[in-house]
């Protein structure tokens, strides 16, 4: 199984920068996923990793080490439609199955 | 349109009388699950299926139950439900062709569900 960790809030100022980080830990790793969820909405995807190193899509990117089991998730120029839940979720292959497990979330407030 | 429809988006019911909440997806996809998300616990898979006629139980299947007969439908089934299900309650579904892994996963809309 995974241990996921991220924090649980964080809060930042529109136009900034902010990265959320994700630590895990997992037996038979195989991607990571970073979901956006706005309040009583679904989960939308991010940005997926699978190798090492980072992928930039816009304004958000996602940064993957295997060996130090951490992700992080790079918002730049910060809008307030940024305010939302962000979700880091891995992949696990134990017993050939591909099942995803999420983190608990991280509350992001965005003020002007 | 790609898309996982759910339903009902809202619930209330009480004690004991069974409910099903209906899950269907348009892109063929092998596999679906059931999540529920409350307040501070993230999301919670319930029991998840990665075929026809093949589900498993996920981190927390206790008091529900799924079946899968059609590859596009993945019902969640709550037989005699308890004020502790109380909760939102999302469908996924994705593909999982052996070699994949570049595979989001695709969410309903969310079930609020509200067991009196």
């Known amino acids: 199984g995974q241990n996921i960790d991220q924090p649980t809030e964080m809060t930042a100022t529109e136009g900034a920068i902010v990265q959320i980080n994700c630590t895990y830990q997992?037996?038979?790793?195989?991607?990571l996923f970073w979901y956006q969820q706005h309040a009583g909405e679904a989960p939308t995807f991010l940005s997926y990793n699978v190798l090492d190193g980072l992928e930039e899509k816009g304004r958000f990117s996602s940064f993957l080490s295997r060996s130090k089991g951490y992700s992080y998730l790079l918002l730049k120029e910060l809008q307030m439609k940024d305010s939302a839940s962000y979700l880091c979720a891995v992949r696990d292959t134990m017993g050939g199955s591909y099942i995803p497990t999420f983190g608990r979330g991280t509350s992001l407030i965005v003020h002007p | 349109e790609a898309q996982v429809t759910q339903n009902p988006r809202y619930l209330i019911t009480v004690t004991g009388k069974k409910l099903t909440v209906t899950c269907s997806q348009n892109?063929?996809?092998?596999?679906m699950s059931w999540y529920r998300q409350d307040p501070g616990l993230g999301l919670r898979q319930i029991y998840y299926s990665m075929n026809v006629e093949v589900t498993d139980k996920g981190d927390v299947p206790e008091g529900y139950k799924v079946s899968r007969k059609e590859k596009r439908n993945f019902p969640l089934i709550l037989e005699s439900p308890s004020p502790n299900q109380t909760s939102l309650y999302f469908c996924?579904?994705?593909?999982?062709?052996?070699?994949?892994?570049?595979?989001?996963?695709?969410f309903g809309s969310g079930t609020q569900l509200s067991v009196l």
């Open positions: 996924a579904s994705s593909s999982t062709a052996i070699g994949s892994t570049n595979e989001k996963l695709f």
């Open positions: 997992t037996s038979g790793f195989n991607g």
């Open positions: 892109m063929n996809h092998e596999y």
